[in-house]
C-alpha cells in the first residue's frame, strides 16, 4: 500500500533562473560605454529556458543598446522563435508566467529587464523582474502599478518560445509499509 504525498507549493516566482546561470549587463556598442540589458535580458532568459548554445553565442556577438524592430530581426535572423508585444498587452506576460518562459521588457527609462511571473503577497498580485544591473535578487511590483509603468516605458515585452524547463521534481507517494 502507498501513500499519496502532496505536492510542495509552486516555484516562486515561476521563472527563477539560479543565480550561477544569471549575467549581469555588460558594456559594449560603438563606444564600449553602451550598456547590454537587453542582451543580457535575452540571455537570463535563454539560460532559464536551458538554451545556452544560443545564449553564449548571443552574449559573444551582441552587445550595446538595442531597439525592439533590430532584436526581433536579429532572432529572426538566428531561427529563434518569439511572441511580442509593443503596446504593453498584459496578456503576453501572462503567458510568460503560466508557461514557465518569462519575458524580456522594456522597464525603467531607457532599461530592459526579465519578467519572472506573478506572484501573490497579502492578497495582492506582484510582478516580479530581474534586474541585470543587480541578478542576485528580484524586484517586486504590483500589478497593476507594473502595467501602467510598462506602458510608460514603450510597452514592449518579448518571450522566445522554447521549451521552459520541467518544474522541481518531488516525490508524489511513499509505501505504508516496509
Not at 532599461?111 to 501573490?120: I, N, S, Y
Request: proline content about 8%; some cysteine.
Amino acid at each position: 500500500e502507498y501513500r499519496v504525498i502532496q505536492p510542495p507549493t509552486a516555484e516562486t516566482p515561476s521563472i527563477n533562473p539560479p543565480k550561477s546561470v544569471r549575467v549581469r549587463n555588460w558594456l559594449g556598442g560603438a563606444t564600449g560605454r553602451e550598456g547590454s540589458c537587453a542582451h543580457a535580458s535575452l540571455v537570463n532568459m535563454l539560460h532559464w529556458q536551458n538554451q545556452f548554445a544560443i545564449a553564449n553565442m548571443w552574449r559573444s556577438k551582441y552587445s550595446g543598446g538595442e531597439y525592439a524592430s533590430r532584436l526581433r530581426q536579429r532572432l529572426d535572423n538566428a531561427h529563434v522563435p518569439y511572441a511580442f508585444t509593443e503596446k504593453a498587452n498584459i496578456a503576453l506576460l501572462d503567458y510568460a508566467h503560466e508557461s514557465r518562459r518569462g519575458a524580456l521588457i522594456w522597464w525603467k527609462p531607457a532599461h530592459c529587464c526579465t519578467f519572472c511571473g506573478w506572484v501573490e503577497r497579502s492578497g495582492r498580485q506582484y510582478a516580479v523582474v530581474l534586474d541585470n544591473n543587480y541578478p542576485d535578487r528580484y524586484e517586486f511590483t504590483d500589478r497593476h502599478q507594473f502595467h501602467k509603468l510598462w506602458a510608460s516605458y514603450g510597452g514592449f515585452g518579448l518571450t522566445v518560445l522554447r521549451d521552459p524547463p520541467s518544474p522541481p521534481p518531488f516525490r508524489s507517494y511513499e509505501p505504508l509499509n516496509f
